[in-house]
C-alpha cells in the first residue's frame, strides 16, 4: 500500500518524539566533523594566502572532492541511525560508526558515481558557456542562451537521475554484501512509479527549510531530523516493510544507572 505523504509524515512526527535530542546531536557531529575538513582543506591549501594563484584553487577542488567522499561515510551511519529508529531498534551514537565497519567503500563509491552523474550532466552547459567567454566571437550573447538552456536542462535531467538512484544507502545499509551497481539497480526498479511521490515528499519541506533558514539555520537542525525520518519510512513503504508486521518496538533511551548505597 502506497502511503501518502501526510501519513509518511505523521509517522515520522511520532516516531521523533522524545528523541529529538539524539537526532540533533548527531547532525552537529557530522556537521562539525564536514566544518572541520573543509577548513582543513583552505588552509593546507593556502587558497587565502595565494589567491591568484590557480593552483591551490585546483588543490581544494580535489582534496574537497576525496575529504566530502570519506563524510559520505558518517552521512551513511547518520541515516543508519535513523532506520533504526524508525524501525524501533537500538539507535545510538555507535550508529555513525556502521559504515566504516560494513564496506565503507562501497558508500564511497556510490557517492562517487552519483557526483560523476551530476558532473556529466552539467558539463554540456559549462563547455559551451567557457567556449563562448574565451573565443571571442562575437557570439557571446547566443553561446550564453545556450548553455543556460544546456544547464537548466542538465539540472533537470540530473535531478531525475537523483530520484532514481536516491535509495542505495538504504539498500547498503540493509544489506552490505550486495555490490555497488547492484544497489543502483534495485534503486531504479524502487524508484519506478514512485519518483514523483518522492519529489512531491521533498518538496512538502521547502516551507519547514524557509522557517529554519529564517532562525540562522538552527530550526534546520529539527527539520532534517523530521526530513531523515520521512525519508526513511518512504523507503520501508516502496520495500513493502510497512505492511509487514511491526516488529516488537526496542525503547531507544538509556537504562536507568542502579546505584549501591
Given at each position: 500500500?502506497?502511503?501518502?505523504?501526510?501519513?509518511l509524515?505523521?509517522?515520522?512526527?511520532?516516531?521523533?518524539?522524545?528523541?529529538?535530542?539524539m537526532?540533533?546531536?548527531?547532525?552537529?557531529?557530522?556537521?562539525?566533523?564536514?566544518?572541520?575538513?573543509?577548513?582543513?582543506c583552505?588552509?593546507?591549501?593556502?587558497?587565502?594566502?595565494y589567491?591568484?594563484?590557480?593552483?591551490?584553487?585546483?588543490?581544494?577542488?580535489?582534496?574537497?572532492?576525496?575529504?566530502?567522499l570519506?563524510?559520505?561515510?558518517?552521512?551513511?551511519?547518520?541515516?543508519?541511525?535513523?532506520?533504526?529508529?524508525?524501525?524501533g531498534?537500538?539507535?545510538?551514537?555507535?550508529?555513525?560508526?556502521?559504515?566504516?565497519?560494513?564496506?565503507?567503500?562501497?558508500?564511497?563509491?556510490v557517492?562517487?558515481?552519483?557526483?560523476?552523474?551530476?558532473?556529466?550532466?552539467?558539463?554540456?552547459?559549462?563547455?559551451?558557456?567557457f567556449?563562448?567567454?574565451?573565443?571571442?566571437?562575437?557570439?557571446?550573447?547566443?553561446?550564453?542562451?545556450?548553455?543556460?538552456?544546456?544547464?537548466?536542462?542538465?539540472?533537470?535531467?540530473?535531478?531525475?537521475?537523483?530520484?532514481?538512484?536516491?535509495?542505495?544507502?538504504?539498500i547498503?545499509?540493509?544489506?552490505?554484501?550486495?555490490?555497488?551497481?547492484?544497489?543502483?539497480?534495485?534503486?531504479?526498479?524502487?524508484?519506478?512509479?514512485?519518483?514523483?511521490?518522492?519529489?512531491?515528499?521533498?518538496?512538502?519541506?521547502?516551507?519547514?527549510?524557509?522557517l529554519?533558514?529564517?532562525?540562522?539555520?538552527?530550526?534546520?537542525?529539527?527539520?532534517?531530523?523530521?526530513?531523515?525520518?520521512?525519508?526513511?519510512?518512504?523507503?520501508?513503504?516502496?520495500?513493502?516493510?510497512?505492511?509487514?508486521?511491526?516488529?516488537?518496538?526496542?525503547?531507544?533511551?538509556?537504562?536507568?544507572?542502579?546505584?549501591?548505597?
Amino acid at each position: 500500500m502506497k502511503r501518502t505523504s501526510a501519513q509518511l509524515k505523521q509517522m515520522a512526527k511520532d516516531r521523533l518524539l522524545g528523541n529529538y535530542g539524539m537526532c540533533i546531536a548527531l547532525s552537529i557531529i557530522v556537521s562539525v566533523i564536514s566544518s572541520a575538513v573543509m577548513f582543513l582543506c583552505e588552509f593546507a591549501t593556502g587558497i587565502y594566502r595565494y589567491p591568484m594563484s590557480p593552483a591551490p584553487y585546483i588543490l581544494y577542488f580535489v582534496l574537497v572532492i576525496i575529504l566530502s567522499l570519506l563524510i559520505s561515510v558518517f552521512s551513511a551511519g547518520l541515516t543508519y541511525y535513523y532506520m533504526n529508529l524508525c524501525r524501533g531498534r537500538k539507535a545510538d551514537i555507535g550508529n555513525l560508526m556502521f559504515a566504516f565497519k560494513h564496506h565503507p567503500d562501497k558508500f564511497i563509491l556510490v557517492s562517487l558515481l552519483l557526483f560523476l552523474i551530476t558532473f556529466l550532466c552539467l558539463v554540456p552547459g559549462y563547455v559551451v558557456l567557457f567556449v563562448g567567454i574565451f573565443t571571442r566571437t562575437g557570439s557571446e550573447l547566443l553561446m550564453a542562451f545556450i548553455a543556460i538552456v544546456l544547464l537548466i536542462a542538465g539540472v533537470v535531467f540530473d535531478y531525475i537521475l537523483m530520484l532514481m538512484f536516491s535509495q542505495p544507502y538504504y539498500i547498503l545499509l540493509d544489506d552490505p554484501t550486495k555490490g555497488v551497481i547492484q544497489s543502483m539497480k534495485e534503486s531504479a526498479q524502487l524508484m519506478r512509479g514512485n519518483k514523483g511521490r518522492f519529489f512531491y515528499i521533498n518538496l512538502s519541506f521547502i516551507g519547514w527549510m524557509l522557517l529554519g533558514a529564517l532562525s540562522f539555520g538552527i530550526g534546520m537542525l529539527w527539520v532534517s531530523a523530521y526530513l531523515s525520518a520521512t525519508q526513511v519510512y518512504f523507503y520501508l513503504d516502496i520495500t513493502g516493510e510497512l505492511d509487514r508486521p511491526a516488529e516488537p518496538v526496542i525503547d531507544v533511551q538509556p537504562e536507568p544507572q542502579q546505584y549501591m548505597y
